[in-house]
């Protein structure tokens, strides 16, 4: 599967934004999908996850503000942001693994390029 992340860009602190997780390929149902992301000078860190059953898990930082998502029809997965605060600025990318959802960034397989999310004011 071939993933393309897109929708990111230049928002406010309290603003909203949602990025989406285009894929390519066969058998896309199957696969758990996750958002990872990385600011300047840190570690890659996971976001949140949307299982092939469309149950979800999210990291404690972003949990109650962003909602992860997927149209199985389109294949595509959403990342809805909201509430966003100067330290979710980062580079976003999505992964994609044949198994259940991991926070393990090694698990996964299948990635895209990033697409970068700037909260500033």
């Known amino acids: 599967v071939q993933l393309q992340a897109s929708g990111g860009g230049l928002v406010q602190p309290g603003g909203s934004l949602r990025l989406s997780c285009a894929a390519s390929?066969?058998?896309?149902?199957?696969?758990?999908i996750s958002w990872f992301r990385q600011a300047p000078g840190k570690e890659r860190e996971w976001v949140a996850c949307v299982a092939s059953d469309e149950s979800t898990s999210y990291a404690d930082s972003v949990k109650g503000r962003f909602t992860i998502s997927r149209d199985n029809a389109e294949m595509t997965v959403f990342l809805q942001m909201s509430s966003l605060e100067p330290e979710d600025a980062a580079d976003y990318s999505c992964?994609?693994?044949?198994?259940?959802?991991?926070?393990?960034?090694?698990?996964?397989?299948?990635w895209g390029r990033g697409t970068l999310v700037t909260v500033s004011s």
């Open positions: 992964a994609a693994d044949w198994a259940d959802c991991t926070e393990v960034a090694s698990n996964y397989v299948y």
């Open positions: 390929g066969s058998k896309f149902t199957h696969y758990a």
